[in-house]
């Protein structure tokens, strides 16, 4: 018995430890309301943080390939699993007392409120919608809504449809509008995924009532639950701090999305899945997303860099993702915070991501000559792979 007891808390503190880095995201929050109480030059902690702070300890703590056993079971995982399950209310009373605040505080002028509320965007798009993520892949009634709620706050709700049921299915495929082609740079692909997202996500719920033999307007169709969501905290956020709250609401929801569609075009960017005839595309595999292995940047996205396996298994919790060496699965030379500083700027992007995408369609695919049709969707013949397999053909 003495025994017994000894190891119980041994194992939940050892739980702790390894689950306390990704609670790093509460810091960020306090970094948050530390600029809108300092005001001047702190304003930038947070814009400052998300990106370049987290670059550099990328850098001060390298990358780890240690996988945890993926048959742990659930109830191992507590630790980990309440950091995203209490974020949404943290994100609320952050969203939302900020409004109350920063309207009515003489020591912030309009310019210093709009900084203020451009950093806390960065932070509901780097955390808020990273968990949301996490939370809408479970099969928990309590962690969907959470997940639902959480991206009610950045008005994006409808990402959860097209994210299960478009970006997955089609992932690697022009099908999938989030999956940013080879030398498409982000600012096309921004507004380009905000009007095609909406539509594909629509368009999907719509079809899966249609073959219920349901209209889409159906009290079914999550898109009610969506809207209804967002409207009320439109409204919340106009009764706390008028049309000026309304707007500050606004900025940091753009900010979030332009932050998470920023990721999703460097998640896949120029992988594609073959064509194999018929409407048909080769199953998903890890080679199919970009990974990153930087120990930092994971912890702040809850190993959302393990993309690949995410993709392979979508609902295995984040403290089980697996990573994968270089020779399963193409790898970004630095986490996704640096990479999405880098995307912003074409040129740089093109120089850092292009001969890599380039060797990758070599190692894999070498018998495709022209990539031009996945590009444009109008897809020819399939051709057939050597005999041998890309893999052989590449290291030959």
């Given amino acids: 018995m003495a025994q017994g007891t000894t190891i119980i808390p041994a194992a939940r ?98 310019f210093e409120r709009v900084v203020l509320f451009v950093g806390l965007g960065q932070v509901t798009g780097a955390v808020g919608i990273v968990y949301a993520h996490e939370l809408m892949h479970q099969r928990t009634r309590l962690e969907r809504w959470l997940g639902d709620i959480l991206m009610a706050m950045v008005l994006y709700s409808h990402f959860r449809s097209e994210h299960l049921l478009v970006h997955h299915r089609h992932v690697g495929t022009p099908r999938d509008p989030v999956s940013a082609r080879y030398n498409e740079n982000f600012h096309r692909f921004f507004p380009r995924v905000l009007h095609q997202c909406l539509r594909s996500a629509f368009r999907t719920e719509a079809e899966r009532l249609a073959r219920k033999g349901r209209p889409w307007w159906d009290g079914a169709n999550p898109f009610w639950r969506y809207w209804a969501l967002q409207a009320g905290f439109v409204l919340l956020a106009w009764i706390l701090g008028g049309w000026s709250g309304l707007g500050l609401f606004v900025l940091q929801a753009v900010v979030a999305v332009w932050y998470l569609e920023l990721t999703n075009y460097v998640e896949h960017y120029g992988l594609t899945r073959k064509y194999l005839g018929n409407g048909r595309y080769e199953p998903v595999q890890p080679h199919h997303s970009w990974n990153a292995a930087h120990k930092a940047s994971n912890w702040l996205l809850i190993n959302l860099q393990r993309h690949s396996d995410h993709h392979c298994k979508p609902t295995r919790r984040f403290p089980l993702l697996q990573t994968y060496a270089a020779a399963q699965a193409p790898q970004l030379p630095f986490g996704y915070p640096l990479m999405v500083a880098i995307a912003l700027m074409p040129p740089l992007w093109r120089r850092t991501m292009n001969w890599r995408v380039r060797k990758w369609r070599a190692m894999y695919y070498p018998e495709i000559t022209d990539w031009e049709p996945y590009k444009t969707g109008r897809l020819p013949a399939p051709v057939p792979a050597p005999r041998q397999g890309a893999s052989s053909a590449a290291s030959a």
């Fill in 13 to 110: 503190a050892a739980q702790m430890r390894g689950a306390l880095p990704f609670w790093v995201s509460l810091a960020f929050a306090g970094l948050v309301v530390i600029a809108a109480r300092l005001g001047g030059w702190a304003l930038l902690l947070p814009l400052v943080s998300t990106h370049w702070l987290m670059s550099l300890l990328d850098l001060a703590t390298g990358e780890s390939a240690d996988n945890a056993d993926p048959d742990t079971p659930v109830e191992r995982l507590f630790w980990y699993r309440l950091i995203t399950l209490i974020w949404a209310p943290v994100q609320g009373v952050l969203i939302f007392g900020l409004i109350h605040y920063a309207v009515r505080a003489d020591h912030l002028d309009t």
